[in-house]
T-cell receptor, first 111, second 112 residues
C-alpha cells in the first residue's frame, strides 16, 4: 500500500493554463507539505498544513494555492502557469515532530 | 537564507570505496538531523537520522558522524555499491514543529 501518493505523475501543459496536483497519505499523519524540486535538485518547501490548517507559507507566488479538505489530503492548485513553474513537485507527510515521508513526485512541464 | 550547507555537489567513487558527504549548519536550534536518499524519478526516502546528543550512528553500511561543537555532520557509506548511486540530502529539523531545512544535495555515482 502506497503511503503518500500523488496524481498525476506527469503533467505537461501550456503556459497560462490552470492545473492541480493531488496528494493523499494513508499514514494517519497530522502534517502535510508541498516541496518544489528544481533542475538542480534543490528541495524548496512551499507550504505545510497541520490538521487542515496552513502553518508554513513560504515566499511563493500567489498563483499557487494549497487546499486541504481533510488531514489525509493536500492538493496544490496552480493558476496561470509559467515556464519557470516547470519542476518536480513533492508532497510529504509527518506525524508530530517526526520525520517526513515523501510521495513519488509530479513532474510538471510548462510549454 | 541557506542554513545547511552540503558538500560536495557530486562525488564519484569506485565500488567498495567509502564516499563521505559533509554538512554544516548555522542554527543551533536544530534537534534532529536526517539523511535522505533519492533515486532518479523517485521521491526522497529517509535513510538514517541522528540526534545531537549522539556522536555516531550506524545502520548497515551507512554511518552518520556528528560534531556538535563544530556544527557539522557527515554521512559515510562503507563498501559502496553501484546500487548506492543516488542523490543524498542532509537535513536539519528545528526544535519546534517538523519543518526540515535541506542541504543542496550530493549526486553520488559508484562505478562498478
Amino acid at each position: 500500500d502506497t503511503a503518500v501518493s500523488q496524481t498525476p505523475k506527469y503533467l505537461v501543459t501550456q503556459m497560462g493554463n490552470d492545473k492541480s496536483i493531488k496528494c493523499e497519505q494513508n499514514l494517519g499523519h497530522d502534517t502535510m507539505y508541498w516541496y518544489k524540486q528544481d533542475s538542480k535538485k534543490f528541495l524548496k518547501i512551499m507550504f505545510s498544513y497541520n490538521n487542515k490548517e496552513l502553518i508554513i507559507n513560504e515566499t511563493v507566488p500567489n498563483r499557487f494555492s494549497p487546499k486541504s479538505p481533510d488531514k489525509a489530503h493536500l492538493n496544490l492548485h496552480i493558476n496561470s502557469l509559467e515556464l519557470g513553474d516547470s519542476a518536480v513537485y513533492f508532497c510529504a507527510s509527518s506525524y508530530g515532530p517526526g520525520l517526513q515521508y515523501f510521495g513519488p513526485g509530479t513532474r510538471l512541464t510548462v510549454l | 537564507q541557506q542554513q545547511v550547507k552540503q558538500s560536495p555537489q557530486s562525488l564519484i567513487v569506485q565500488k567498495g570505496g567509502i564516499p563521505i558527504i559533509n554538512c554544516a549548519y548555522e542554527n543551533t536550534a536544530f534537534d534532529y538531523f536526517p539523511w535522505y536518499q533519492q533515486f532518479p524519478g523517485k521521491g526522497p526516502a529517509l535513510l538514517i537520522a541522528i540526534r545531537p546528543d549522539v556522536s555516531e550512528k550506524k545502520e548497515g553500511r551507512f554511518t552518520i558522524s556528528f560534531n556538535k561543537s563544530a556544527k557539522q555532520f557527515s554521512l559515510h557509506i562503507m563498501d559502496s555499491q553501484p546500487g548506492d548511486s543516488a542523490t543524498y540530502f542532509c537535513a536539519a529539523k528545528g526544535t519546534s514543529g517538523s519543518r526540515l531545512t535541506f542541504g543542496e544535495g550530493t549526486q553520488l555515482t559508484v562505478n562498478p
